[in-house]
């Protein structure tokens, strides 16, 4: 058994969990994997269901074993976002209406997924899981495969699935077909019905140490270790939010957040507008998110900083946070975060971006006004 967990960085209360119900073989027709995005949901998923298909001794389990790895049908089917196809109907395949070059990116983007479990899958126009993903289930179920005791279907980012996906699965869930297990995978647990969660065995999935992250982008990413190691500090747990870190420009962004800091704290509303908006013509739509969450670790470090603590994220910065902590003393920084967390989520529903940062400038601002 260790050697199907192996692989999977941390994550140990859900290794227990899952070793408990394979040894009892009282496996729930549906499981609920929770936490955030690139810490071994799907990885865990996968592994999992080679555990319950059988011994390595046996040439039929490693056939069957193999065929898992590489997400092969009708032992895996694999549900994901995917784009709307020219004068696609309710009644077409989820792919039947799709041009061939998007075919040919949803392909390149599960095989890189099979070589990575660790990697995010990523296609164009893909926000939603159709309800035309979710009647493709209908010929999986019905496909036999004599020699694997328990195929898998995985819901990728299950909460993209709209209202009508939705409902449309719950007929699975009522009904369980025999042999059938499915995985959603998902970081927004809130955005499914309620009569889904209700039907599913929960197991959430924790943020990953920095040195699991730092050792994920080095292994299955091919990072150069010293950039690995200084981004994973800020990644929260999470790979992919490091790596949205190095693709925004990783030591830019660093500089960019003590200059936004600077400029707002001096009231230069101007400059500090300017600095965000440089910002944005180069990176990614999560900028925003990105820069407040940069902001946010920065406090934290202030706050350290304040109790002669030393275990800092912005090293390089312990100067300006000397300067902070001796001119702004009685700054409320906790009341800050809950602003900054605001303002995420701002982002993520799409508000006016302008609106956004100059909430944040003017919200750092105020931690500098004296009372």
């Not at 036999?144 to 869930?173: F, G, P, T, V, W």
């Not at 912005?314 to 001796?326: A, H, L, R």
């Not at 995420?344 to 940062?357: D, G, Y």
Request: net charge negative; glycine share 2%.
């Amino acid at each position: 058994m260790d050697a199907i967990w192996d692989p999977i960085f941390e994550q140990e209360r859900a290794k227990l969990i899952l070793s408990r119900i394979y040894k009892e073989r009282r496996v729930p027709h549906a499981f609920l994997f929770t936490g955030a995005n690139g810490v071994g949901k799907f990885f865990t998923a996968l592994q999992f269901s080679k555990l319950l298909n059988g011994s390595s001794s046996n040439y039929e389990s490693e056939s069957v074993i193999h065929k898992i790895s590489l997400l092969q049908e009708p032992y895996v089917k694999l549900i994901l976002p995917l784009p709307r196809g020219k004068g696609e109907s309710a009644e077409d395949s989820a792919t039947e209406k799709l041009s061939k070059d998007v075919i040919e990116s949803i392909n390149e983007e599960i095989s890189a997924k099979i070589r990575n479990p660790y990697h995010k899958i990523k296609i164009d126009n893909a926000n939603t899981i159709k309800i035309n993903s979710i009647r493709d289930i209908r010929k999986f179920i019905t496909t036999s495969a004599d020699e694997c005791e328990y195929r898998i279907i995985i819901i990728i980012d299950a909460h993209l699935m709209n209202e009508a996906a939705q409902n449309a699965i719950l007929k699975n869930l009522e009904e369980p077909p025999e042999g059938i297990i499915f995985f959603f995978i998902t970081s927004e647990i809130e955005k499914l019905l309620p009569t889904i969660l209700s039907r599913c065995w929960h197991v959430n999935f924790d943020p990953l140490s920095s040195e699991s992250v730092s050792k994920i982008l080095i292994d299955y990413f091919n990072f150069e270790a010293q950039l690995a190691q200084k981004v994973s500090l800020f990644s929260e747990g999470s790979p992919l939010a490091a790596i949205d870190l190095i693709d925004n420009q990783f030591e830019t962004i660093l500089a960019r957040t003590i200059s936004v800091l600077r400029y707002s704290l001096a009231k230069r509303y101007h400059s500090a507008y300017k600095e965000i908006s440089e910002f944005l013509k180069n990176s990614s739509d999560q900028s925003i998110e990105i820069l407040a969450r940069m902001i946010k670790i920065w406090l934290s470090d202030v706050m350290k900083n304040k109790h002669s603590s030393f275990d800092y994220y912005f090293s390089d910065y312990i100067d300006t946070m000397n300067k902070f902590n001796s001119r702004y003393s009685g700054a409320e920084i906790g009341r800050i975060f809950q602003s900054l967390d605001n303002l995420e989520r701002l982002q993520i529903n799409n508000a006016n971006l302008n609106v956004v940062s100059l909430n944040l400038i003017f919200e750092i601002a105020s931690l500098s006004i004296r009372k």
